[in-house]
């Protein structure tokens, strides 16, 4: 069964934000989307990017003859990473596959907001319309628009990626995947939703008397703090 569909508590944050005079403010589609998603509170919502290159990750030159890709999904509402993928050969098919696989069977947000990459093109478009997913689209050169993605790939460059030399795609997907499965959706607070974690499945014992333990997740870059009996 797909994840259920809660209200988005700051609607506003579906398409971050954007000042008087920045690139895509005034873009027409765009603005109307963000407006509709202020006066009525949408459900849940993903923000989806495919990135390539040294800004986000460094490659072990003597392995890799071509730089993988990655592909992520975020759930806006609660931080939450919901997919990850990695390909050298990004291509509007691969992107439109990582949506099916993210929608096994036809469920998932209400709105999936993208940027204009031809790796998201009419394909990719036609899986979200089967899944009944709204597709909104970023103006060009507006990555704020896209904020919530894009302060997630920030953040895997400069809290793991900057400190590990990634000798393959495979290697590249596993450890991204620990990085999010150990750590950023299940043991790191988000300021964004209250100290939260974004899995939600943490129950807080902070007037227990047990002992705190570290465990460490990619082989100590970073500690998830838990207190045990």
Same mark, same amino acid.
């Given at each position: 069964?797909?994840?259920?569909?809660?209200?988005?508590?700051?609607? @506003? %944050?579906?398409?971050? %934000?954007?000042?008087?005079?920045?690139?895509?403010?005034?873009?027409?589609? @765009?603005?109307?989307?963000? *407006?509709?998603?202020?006066?009525?509170?949408?459900?849940?919502?993903?923000?989806?990017?495919?990135?390539?290159?040294?800004?986000?990750?460094?490659?072990?030159?003597?392995?890799?003859?071509?730089?993988?890709?990655?592909? &992520?999904?975020?759930?806006?509402?609660? /931080?939450?990473?919901?997919?990850?993928?990695?390909?050298?050969?990004?291509?509007?098919?691969?992107?439109?596959?990582?949506?099916?696989?993210?929608?096994?069977?036809?469920?998932?947000?209400?709105?999936?907001?993208?940027?204009?990459?031809? /790796?998201?093109?009419?394909?990719?478009?036609?899986?979200?319309?089967?899944?009944?997913?709204?597709?909104? /689209?970023?103006?060009?050169?507006?990555?704020?628009?896209? %904020?919530?993605?894009?302060?997630?790939?920030?953040?895997?460059?400069?809290?793991?990626?900057?400190?590990?030399?990634?000798?393959?795609?495979?290697?590249?997907? &596993?450890?991204?995947?620990?990085?999010?499965e150990a750590y950023f959706n299940t043991a790191?607070?988000?300021?964004?939703?209250?100290?939260?974690?974004?899995?939600?499945?943490?129950?807080?014992? %902070?007037? &227990?008397?047990?002992?705190?333990?570290?465990?460490?997740?990619?082989?100590?870059?970073?500690?998830?703090? *838990?207190?045990v009996a």
């Open positions: 069964k797909g994840p259920a569909r809660v209200p988005v508590e700051h609607p @506003a %944050s579906l398409t971050g %934000s954007c000042s008087p005079g920045e690139a895509g403010y005034n873009h027409p589609v @765009a603005s109307r989307r963000i *407006q509709a998603a202020v006066e009525a509170p949408v459900e849940v919502g993903w923000s989806a990017q495919v990135c390539t290159g040294q800004r986000d990750y460094r490659a072990h030159k003597a392995h890799v003859q071509r730089e993988p890709a990655l592909g &992520s999904g975020v759930d806006v509402n609660t /931080k939450r990473v919901v997919h990850i993928g990695v390909t050298r050969a990004p291509t509007e098919e691969w992107t439109a596959q990582q949506l099916r696989e993210v929608t096994p069977f036809g469920e998932g947000p209400q709105l999936l907001i993208r940027d204009g990459d031809t /790796k998201h093109g009419a394909v990719f478009d036609r899986v979200a319309q089967g899944a009944d997913i709204e597709v909104v /689209k970023i103006a060009p050169c507006a990555p704020r628009m896209n %904020s919530v993605c894009e302060h997630f790939l920030g953040g895997v460059r400069r809290e793991c990626l900057d400190h590990v030399i990634i000798l393959g795609g495979t290697h590249l997907k &596993s450890v991204l995947l620990e990085h999010v790191r607070p988000h300021q964004g939703i209250g100290q939260r974690i974004p899995s939600g499945k943490r129950a807080t014992m %902070s007037d &227990s008397a047990g002992k705190i333990v570290a465990f460490p997740v990619l082989n100590g870059l970073h500690h998830d703090y *838990q207190r």
